[in-house]
């Protein structure tokens, strides 16, 4: 046993026996550990970005997290966007990061780099393990840092030497970390809040994190439907359980003007695991704070807290009943299209009409996808899992990841075809574990959202330089032939009624199908 | 006149006028003044690691500093990769990387992170522009910093505010940088090599970064026909001047023990703008330094000084005649395949036969291209750039930026599967520039590198969990679809009459083409 083995060990003592991974010569070792350990379930993806993307989205659904396996600096590096996404979501996340020999880091060998350096802004935690003796405990830490609540993203970097150091026979099992209980709020907040919303005037719960998960939001629900609190979330959540029963939550708008005017008359903001709302850019002469300045703020609880817990003492310190009813969403108020050229509207509606029950929805649809939680509020009961951290590029491998953790639910992405680009590779990861994805490329062929951004600072008529930046045509990207090189078949549709066959017949099979959506 | 457009008018006013981009909504200000001006041709790739590769080929062959534009730290960290490899290369290149509005950084919006902290690693030089009255300056010392001998990374952090902020009308025009003298080597360091050179005993003489370049070969060819002192380059070069009449180097083999053979019987080492042979990477039992132990190691001059007037200076130093006879490459000694299965060595045959006057050969072949510069070194006179800092992902990035730089020029790109995934986004560019880049995708279906690596470590027979690491099958690529969904015509091709059909029928084209050669 050598110091790989005791690493993938304690990983596999401690139930993480998922490896996203994209090896390269200075993991061999810790690949011929895996090797040894048919426990461990290893998914390779093309591209390192493909990689933290997945267990980003295995760990939303799995609810523990997922070891990546990346290759010195570089390899952490094109991983390092999606981490961002993963960190602004408090995925729980265990990084395993290979890098040369301790001996040999003086030489500065072409594929030298500053591991630490590269791994510091995306993750909550870094170690370096010295000995391979050190090895199973540092893994350990690794582990219990990625759990404690909200989840934190562990990067853990191991030198080629101790990973293949042989350690003696005595050395002992791995360590089965403990979780730290996760800390309740305080009486004193919880009053805060309830005076607030006892107060008479307009009060939102800001909803974030755990706070959208089921138990949660049957607390939250409880209290809307009681007192007419709004429910509100931020504008990127890692994960909501909704549709059916559920309480229905409004979202945040990402553009600015929106966001302010959905809150400019809020006097009082309890936030439950969310944070004060910012905007998602700063734009001159537009505020940086979204809720007006006079608007109270009252934390009921943070992510580090159990939300749940306090979301229901909340609801009891109002006098409100457990088994009172919650907010139900409104029915459904959309027609469902029937011909036509395909819109970005029509795709919305239909994906929400026909969402199978316990889907699971991956947005990156940017623009085109922005009214799909209106349509999908009374769906099927279902996951939404969105961009967190504003770095483009998770939808797809998100969907891998998520797939993985759930083989018995449909995923479906709602991908921005601009987005999607960036981690383009994580279908031939669909293909190769034959998940049960079904990808909807919303093709607008530019980047839409920067052409919004560009009439925001004041260039009506974008001139060659910028359409040449902005656009995504000549050529036009084809999606069924990008899906078909690795491995995923494909349909392209440019009218509604193609789309609706399109979507009937992929919501049917079973494993990856991608529908390029012409709108 | 903001900010924005300050640095834009330094950038052109220092003959840096092509920006290759992947902007965001940060960067909106930057677009928009980079659209008010036509001079700079923004290059648009659809991801950021074909961004960095792409200005690391174009600095390669235009030998000045393309600009890149970078949407914050994910955006950055998309493109540390090939930044790795463009600082391995000595690259000169000037990164301008857009960052919230200074005052928007402390609401901690979801796409913040520690920007500088991101750049450092693969950066020379990492400045933040802290007012837009700072910004033309900033970017000047930029330019300097990148074009400062071998080369250097320089990233320039934009605020949003500083880019939108308007100017005075009297702002002074932008500063034209004035590149500082490169350092001549000294008779000292000239007369050690000489008396190595005159020992008698094995020399080798051991070429990097400008040294292998025309003028500065010519000078190391005379001296090696004159005094058969042998020559050698790096295994990672940035660029070679090779084929025809120039002097021919031997390349240091990647794989350990190879290499270890190479240098055994050497006793003096002569450095000029190399580095002393280390190992790629560190192997239990085997050395790190790769020149025996008792082997007298010389710098004659490093990358900093003048390389071609140290080679010059020491021929004179030996009594060679300016006008002396070089060394020359054997004639070629391979057969030209005409039948059967495709292989390898065929492709790397048929490449290197057929391969056009003054063509570009971007080189990523990885283990299947390893024989190319022995068939190749009697071919017509061509450059030859190589993967630099070992970060998969730089070949058709590399030879997008190479042919933006010399569109008079064919690009021929020897790419690995496996490797290519990594940054096949690229292949838009191509298609978008319509740049003439004959792509040859060495599809071996594995990451045969990996393959012999796990040997080096003990493991005869991979088991499940390392095949499924380390083989691309279940399902293949297909690189025509890949090809076509961004635009590029493209053949599979699995037979040696098939290769040089294709290969011929490419070489004849203008524009994107791919070969697909199933080996």
Redesign the interface.
């Known amino acids: 046993m050598n110091g790989a083995d005791s690493v993938c060990d304690t990983l596999l003592a401690n139930d993480v026996d998922v490896c996203f991974?994209n090896?390269?010569?200075?993991e061999?070792?810790f690949?011929?550990a895996?090797?040894?350990?048919?426990k461990?379930r290893?998914?390779?993806g093309?591209?390192e970005?493909v990689v933290t993307g997945a267990a980003d989205g295995y760990a939303r659904m799995a609810d523990k997290p997922a070891a990546t396996l990346l290759h010195l600096?570089?390899?952490l590096?094109?991983g390092?966007?999606n981490l961002?996404?993963a960190k602004?979501a408090r995925t729980p996340m265990v990084n395993i990061v290979g890098d040369?020999?301790t001996?040999?880091v003086q030489?500065?060998?072409?594929?030298t780099?500053?591991v630490e350096?590269?791994a510091?802004?995306?993750s909550h935690w870094v170690k370096r393990s010295l000995t391979a003796q050190a090895m199973s405990a540092d893994a350990a830490e690794a582990i219990a840092v990625a759990r404690r609540k909200p989840g934190n993203i562990a990067t853990l970097i191991l030198p080629?030497?101790t990973a293949?150091t042989e350690l003696p026979a005595d050395t002992p099992a791995p360590v089965k970390v403990t979780d730290a209980a996760v800390p309740h709020t305080s009486i004193e907040a919880v009053r805060a809040a309830a005076q607030a919303i006892r107060s008479g005037e307009v009060t939102t719960l800001m909803l974030g994190g755990a706070a959208l998960r089921d138990r949660a939001l049957n607390a939250a629900g409880r209290i809307a439907r009681a007192t007419g609190v709004r429910l509100l979330s931020e504008?990127?959540n890692r994960r909501i359980e909704r549709g059916g029963a559920r309480t229905p939550v409004d979202r945040l708008p990402y553009p600015i003007d929106l966001a302010v005017a959905k809150l400019k008359d809020v006097r009082h903001l309890v936030l439950a695991g969310a944070?004060a709302p910012?905007?998602?850019?700063?734009y001159?002469g537009k505020p940086?704070?979204l809720a007006p300045p006079d608007c109270q703020q009252v934390v009921l609880a943070t992510g580090e807290q159990d939300l749940a817990h306090a979301l229901e003492w909340l609801a009891d310190e109002l006098g409100i009943a457990a088994d009172a009813p919650r907010l139900a969403a409104p029915a459904a108020a959309y027609e469902v299209p029937a011909t036509g050229k395909l819109t970005g509207a029509a795709v919305n509606i239909l994906v929400a009409h026909h969402l199978p029950e316990n889907a699971i929805v991956c947005d990156e649809s940017i623009t085109q996808g922005r009214e799909f939680p209106i349509y999908s509020a009374s769906s099927a009961p279902h996951d939404w899992l969105m961009l967190?951290?504003?770095?483009i590029?998770i939808g797809l491998p998100m969907a891998a990841g998520a797939a993985v953790a759930c083989p018995d639910r449909k995923v479906i992405t709602l991908q921005a075809d601009?987005s999607g680009?960036?981690t383009?590779?994580a279908l031939?990861t669909q293909?190769?574990e034959n998940l049960d994805c079904l990808t909807v490329i919303l093709a607008n062929r530019s980047y839409a959202?920067?052409h919004g951004?560009?009439k925001?600072?004041?260039?009506q008529e974008?001139?060659?330089?910028?359409r040449?930046?902005?656009d995504?045509e000549?050529?036009?990207?084809?999606?069924?032939?990008?899906?078909?090189?690795?491995?995923v078949e494909a349909v392209s549709v440019d009218t509604v009624e193609g789309f609706a066959r399109a979507l009937q017949d992929g919501l049917k099979r079973r494993g990856p199908f991608l529908i390029e959506a012409l709108i």
Do not use: I
Not at 388 to 391: F, L, M, P, Q
Not at 462 to 466: C, F, H, L, V, Y
Not at 474 to 487: K, Q, V
């Open positions: 991974a090896p390269g010569t200075s061999m070792h690949v011929a895996l090797d040894r350990k048919p461990m290893c998914v390779l093309l591209f970005g600096g570089p390899g590096g094109n390092l966007a961002h996404n602004r040369h020999a001996y040999h030489y500065d060998a072409p594929l780099s500053d350096g590269v510091r802004p995306m080629a030497d293949w504008t990127s944070k910012v905007g998602f850019f700063a001159p940086s704070l967190t951290g504003g770095a590029g601009g680009m960036y383009l590779q031939w293909a190769r959202t920067l951004e560009m925001n600072v004041g260039v974008p001139g060659r330089n910028a040449r930046m902005l995504l000549e050529p036009y990207l084809d999606w069924t032939h990008l899906a078909r090189g690795m491995g």
